[in-house]
């Protein structure tokens, strides 16, 4: 069964700190997107890479920083954690552009920065 | 910025029932997807339906899309108490270029099927 993991359900961290979300897929697709989904707003994309080494911004890239070193990891980086970065965060990838499959979603990180 | 916009925004309904969530979007599209989100969880692909394609079939899913419309509408046929969840529409538009699968989703629809 394919998969996306992301490496924490639940984070909790201070005003400040440098946070890092990991997220590792098992399928070899090229195409990895991070998200963050807050009631009201729903799902806004933050940062997509489309092969090693490469990322684009999406709609809300700011206090937000990726890498993307290996094809099956790609890490969301908050690099000075503030309140209103409290959220749920998603990781996803697909292959061939998701016009075929869809995208593979992680299960989530609820983060909560105090 | 949020392309699709479903409604409701809220549904609920008894079991064995029929339901039927809409979703309108502003600009071109390549394909349009719907997911859908159990509580505090990810999301789970559904179905796809590309622009060229008027109506698809997926057990007891029906989605229609009106390219004209620039809208799209998910039938869920008797409707089961598991089926309780949040449902998303989402769009890879087309805006020249290469797209790299990037998709704008929309607020979601939150269904409750009563037992």
């Known amino acids: 069964d394919v998969k996306v993991t992301q490496s924490s359900r639940y984070l909790v961290k201070r005003t400040g700190e440098k946070v890092f979300l990991e997220c590792v897929q098992d399928m070899d697709h090229e195409n990895m997107f991070w998200y963050r989904q807050d009631p009201g707003l729903g799902l806004r994309l933050i940062y997509f890479s489309y092969d090693v080494k490469m990322k684009e911004k999406g709609d809300i890239p700011e206090g937000y920083s990726v890498s993307r070193e290996k094809k099956e990891r790609f890490s969301l980086i908050l690099e000075s954690a503030s309140t209103n970065q409290t959220s749920m965060y998603l990781c996803a990838s697909t292959i061939e552009g998701g016009r075929i499959y869809g995208y593979t979603f992680g299960s989530g990180t609820r983060l909560t920065v105090v | 910025s949020q392309q699709g916009e479903e409604d409701p925004q809220a549904l609920s309904i008894q079991e064995g029932e029929n339901a039927t969530m809409n979703c309108s979007y502003k600009?071109?599209?390549?394909?349009l997807q719907w997911y859908r989100q159990n509580s505090g969880r990810g999301l789970v692909h559904l179905i796809l339906?590309?622009?060229?394609?008027r109506e698809k079939h997926s057990g007891r899913l029906r989605v229609t899309l009106d390219t004209s419309k620039k809208s799209s509408s998910l039938l869920i046929t008797a409707s089961r108490a598991a089926d309780t969840a949040s449902y998303f529409c989402?769009?890879?538009?087309?805006?020249?270029?290469?797209?790299?699968?990037?998709?704008?989703f929309g607020q979601g629809t939150i269904l409750t099927v009563h037992p």
């Open positions: 339906i590309r622009s060229n394609e």
């Open positions: 600009t071109s599209i390549n394909n």
């Open positions: 989402a769009t890879e538009n087309n805006a020249g270029g290469t797209s790299y699968g990037k998709l704008t």
